[in-house]
């Protein structure tokens, strides 16, 4: 897979913005990117994927599912799960030095946990968490352009935020499932920006860098939207979120 990379002045970025044929819209400035770890095989779960589906509603907010895999002995094999997703949120978990691995759950910008079906508490979180320095303070913006994908990271207006990790999901709108055994057995629950693939495009360093990601290293089935975010850590040790973006590709 190829992403190429470039870290530039401002300058650089608008010559590339310049010659752009496309240009999809983007969420401006949102102020959370809110994570749900969810599962088909958890009963407790449906409630928690509604609201995630309204959050994804709000300009705001960008809002993901992210499937788990460790309830597939349950009965039901999650059809949209990922072993990588249930390893970030265990990730989550170290870093906060607790044991707090459940569904649903939302992560709030890196930081926060909360049950999922408790909008009040995604709300609260939301709000609290955005008072820490750097959190959701670096622009991040993404372009499409035939069939390349155009990420530009603004410089750090903040001296303590001067690294983090770039990484683009592939991102499924809305999926309906048909759930057959288990929990949620004859039930049809959709699912909203499902995230079906990660990749890091690169490190960020503190000043303005962008990057070109071809369509071609996300696309796959039921594909039709991608999020850019900017982290602080690593996959292993995730921190607070800096900076995301979202765009629909059709």
């Not at 095989?41 to 705001?60: H, N, T």
């Not at 508490?121 to 390349?148: F, H, N, R, Y």
Request: aromatic share 6%.
């Amino acid at each position: 897979m190829m992403v190429y990379n470039r870290i530039s002045r401002w300058s650089g970025a608008l010559s590339v913005c310049a010659i752009v044929a496309v240009i999809r819209p983007a969420h401006a400035d949102p102020r959370a990117v809110v994570e749900l770890f969810t599962s088909q095989g958890c009963s407790s779960c449906p409630p928690a994927d509604k609201i995630l589906g309204e959050l994804s509603k709000d300009p705001s907010v960008i809002a993901l599912s992210m499937p788990i895999d460790y309830w597939d002995y349950l009965g039901w094999k999650d059809t949209l799960a990922d072993s990588r997703f249930s390893a970030r949120q265990k990730a989550y978990s170290h870093m906060r030095g607790d044991r707090d691995v459940y569904t649903p759950q939302v992560i709030v910008n890196g930081s926060a946990h909360v049950i999922g079906s408790d909008r009040d508490s995604i709300e609260g979180a939301i709000k609290d968490t955005i008072k820490a320095d750097g959190v959701m303070s670096v622009p991040v913006t993404m372009t499409l352009s035939g069939k390349q994908i155009n990420v530009s990271v603004a410089a750090s207006k903040a001296p303590m935020i001067a690294h983090g990790e770039v990484w683009i999901c592939s991102v499924s709108k809305a999926v309906p499932i048909s759930i057959g055994r288990g929990e949620n057995r004859g039930r049809e629950i959709t699912y909203y920006n499902v995230v079906r693939n990660l990749l890091k495009v690169g490190d960020w360093n503190g000043s303005s860098g962008s990057w070109t990601v071809p369509i071609e290293n996300i696309s796959r089935d039921g594909v039709d939207a991608a999020v850019v975010y900017v982290q602080d850590g690593n996959r292993e040790k995730p921190g607070p979120m800096l900076g995301a973006a979202y765009t629909p590709l059709r």
